[in-house]
Nanobody, 127 residues
């Protein structure tokens, strides 16, 4: 059974930090890119950051570059998203997801190629 267990959301003041975790199981970790997507009320889903399971190639949305860091523990099949300097506009439900890598190891991190979705975790940043 495929599982993507997200945790670490919460309420934080602007300028604060949170770390999200995504524990993956039920599929071959190295064959997928694991990423974080978020959706705020009334807004479209956004690909925040992704990392390939094997080589660790990363992607960041422009809105989070320099503030968020994605990393993976391949031995534990877990991906982390360290979020710093949080802003109220980062408030959203964050979802962990897995996208199958292409033959060349590429991925899109736009949500359309996602094979597996986890349940979301709420991140609320107060001003």
């Amino acid at each position: 059974e495929v599982q993507l267990q997200a945790s670490g959301g919460g309420v934080v003041q602007a300028g604060g930090s949170l770390r999200l975790s995504c524990a993956a199981s039920g599929f071959t970790f190295d064959d997928y890119a694991i990423g974080w997507f978020r959706q705020a009320p009334g807004k479209e889903r956004e690909g925040v950051s992704c990392i390939s399971g094997g080589e660790g190639t990363t992607y960041y949305a422009d809105s989070v570059k320099g503030r968020f860091t994605i990393s993976s523990d391949n031995a534990e099949n877990t991906v982390y998203l360290q979020m710093t300097t949080l802003k109220p506009e980062d408030t959203a439900v964050y979802y962990c997801a897995a996208e199958l890598l292409s033959d060349g190891g590429g991925y899109y991190c736009d949500g359309n190629g996602v094979h597996f979705w986890g349940k979301g975790t709420q991140v609320t940043v107060s001003s």
